[in-house]
């Protein structure tokens, strides 16, 4: 049985906006109380899904969360009209107004992590949602993530709730999770990637932990032998790379990393991984350490090099490797000539470069707005068509952002009750376009 690599992006919804709400996110940060342009960055995502589409890879598309979240509103205690809840949470603190409007559900390489039944002992494809529990604005999102892929996957998939949150149990899903396989993906072995732990970074709070790791591994059925934990390097942790995923990508027998992406202590762990995987897939791991003198950390954080998503299809027999690249990665001259020199020597088949500036400007690059799901051919036809990206499908989406979506917003916006009704309606026309109804999430 062969199985194949589908991807899961969201659409960016109309209150996305820039916070600096981001845990050691340099980008959130440096970009934080500037104008978005929410517009552009849903256009933006979807001419990313339509490149993968048209790549001939299954894409399927998630709706926007509902944002402003008046549940987190009134949790914190505020009462009265929409009107006044929003400009009493400005007023009184702008970071919980923020969070209750973030679109950082977008970011849905964080959504869960995804093993495929081939790996499991239940012979089940397994999901387990991410408790994001790091972060106020995004432990928001795993209620709905939940109730969303459950109704995508509604049958013969397990999707598990988010694991209990707290410090020891931070979980940012599959952002910190890498499954390297065989070509057609039957066999692989799972990585777990974890920041905790000493020697601790000293400037970040990490945001996945080794007990995260250890426990999806457990309730997804994985056998041991198979299931490796890596250290995060603590001096990529401080430099900004909050997830794995922004220093090192991976894809079937490739794994490209930054030669400061792990910790020495997680040397053994890698060696034990290779050796294993020989014997697993019969074929050896093709391992990439970038060295910094060709790229630096501070260098591969800013562009999102690693943060490239790598994809892969066949026709005719022949299997070609692409890589999205943010066109940060083209107009830096050290990034461009080390992506150049991978194509070059056949690791990838083709580069694209693709505009994600809104999304990239709150630090998430083509890898953080994408979930990947390993899944058999007869389990993919049975998933709802409306979920797949179609030329129709795309056509209307734009249709509503183009008609409805502000082309400029910022914080203090977002205490306009209208602007906020108007969100709430512009994410319920897109749910229903996409099949989800209210009643449902």
Request: aromatic share 6%; hydrophobic share 40%.
């Given at each position: 049985m062969s199985f194949i690599e589908a991807q899961i992006d969201r659409v960016v919804?109309?209150?996305?906006?820039?916070?600096?709400?981001?845990?050691?996110?340099?980008?959130?940060?440096?970009?934080?109380?500037?104008?978005?342009?929410?517009?552009?960055?849903?256009?933006?995502?979807?001419?990313?899904?339509?490149?993968?589409?048209?790549?001939?890879?299954?894409?399927?598309?998630?709706?926007?969360?509902?944002?402003?979240?008046?549940?987190?509103?009134?949790?914190?205690?505020?009462?009265?009209?929409?009107?006044?809840?929003?400009?009493?949470?400005?007023?009184?603190?702008?970071?919980?107004?923020?969070?209750?409007?973030?679109?950082?559900?977008?970011?849905?390489?964080?959504?869960?992590?995804?093993?495929?039944?081939?790996?499991?002992?239940?012979?089940?494809?397994?999901?387990?949602?991410?408790?994001?529990?790091?972060?106020?604005?995004?432990?928001?999102?795993?209620?709905?993530?939940?109730?969303?892929?459950?109704?995508?996957?509604?049958?013969?998939?397990?999707?598990?709730?988010?694991?209990?949150?707290?410090?020891?149990?931070?979980?940012?899903?599959?952002?910190?999770?890498?499954?390297?396989?065989?070509?057609?993906?039957?066999?692989?072995?799972?990585?777990?990637?974890?920041?905790?732990?000493?020697?601790?970074?000293?400037?970040?709070?990490?945001?996945?932990?080794?007990?995260?790791?250890?426990?999806?591994?457990?309730?997804?059925?994985?056998?041991?032998?198979?299931?490796?934990?890596?250290?995060?390097?603590?001096?990529?942790?401080?430099?900004?790379?909050?997830?794995?995923?922004?220093?090192?990508?991976s894809h079937q027998d490739l794994l490209i990393h930054h030669e400061s992406a792990f910790a020495p202590e997680s040397r053994s762990e890698m060696s034990r991984l290779q050796s294993r995987f020989q014997e697993v897939v019969e074929r050896p791991l093709r391992v990439l350490s970038i060295a910094s003198d060709e790229l630096t950390l501070e260098d591969a954080i800013n562009t999102y090099f690693f943060n490239s998503q790598v994809i892969s299809t066949s026709n005719s027999g022949k299997t070609s490797w692409s890589i999205l690249c943010p066109v940060q990665v083209q107009r830096h001259t050290g990034a461009n000539q080390l992506i150049q020199r991978l194509c070059a020597e056949d690791v990838f088949d083709a580069v694209h470069f693709v505009d994600l500036g809104q999304s990239m400007d709150g630090g998430g690059g083509p890898a953080c707005l994408r979930l990947r799901v390993p899944i058999s051919k007869h389990k993919l036809v049975r998933l709802a068509e409306s979920a797949f990206w179609t030329e129709t499908l795309d056509s209307d989406l734009r249709d509503i952002i183009s008609d409805r979506y502000p082309r400029k917003l910022q914080l203090a916006d977002l205490a306009d009750a209208e602007i906020c009704q108007q969100a709430l309606e512009t994410q319920r026309l897109l749910s229903e376009r996409l099949g989800h109804t209210a009643n449902q999430l």
């Open positions: 919804g109309p209150t996305h906006h820039f916070g600096g709400l981001g845990v050691g996110n340099v980008a959130s940060k440096m970009h934080a109380g500037q104008a978005s342009n929410p517009q552009a960055a849903a256009f933006q995502g979807l001419d990313k899904m339509r490149l993968v589409a048209g790549l001939g890879v299954p894409q399927l598309i998630l709706p926007p969360q509902p944002r402003p979240d008046f549940h987190l509103l009134t949790a914190f205690g505020y009462r009265g009209t929409p009107a006044e809840i929003l400009q009493n949470v400005l007023d009184d603190d702008p970071s919980v107004l923020s969070a209750a409007a973030s679109c950082s559900a977008m970011w849905t390489a964080n959504a869960a992590t995804v093993t495929p039944s081939c790996d499991s002992d239940q012979g089940t494809l397994m999901m387990t949602v991410a408790n994001l529990s790091a972060s106020l604005h995004r432990s928001i999102e795993a209620t709905v993530t939940r109730k969303e892929l459950g109704r995508l996957f509604n049958t013969g998939v397990e999707v598990r709730d988010a694991l209990p949150g707290g410090a020891s149990m931070r979980d940012e899903g599959a952002a910190n999770h890498m499954r390297l396989s065989s070509p057609d993906g039957q066999f692989g072995v799972n990585v777990f990637v974890h920041g905790d732990g000493q020697p601790e970074p000293h400037l970040h709070w990490p945001r996945q932990t080794l007990a995260t790791g250890k426990a999806i591994a457990r309730g997804h059925g994985l056998k041991e032998n198979d299931v490796f934990h890596l250290k995060q390097h603590p001096d990529a942790i401080d430099a900004g790379a909050f997830h794995n995923d922004v220093v090192a990508m």
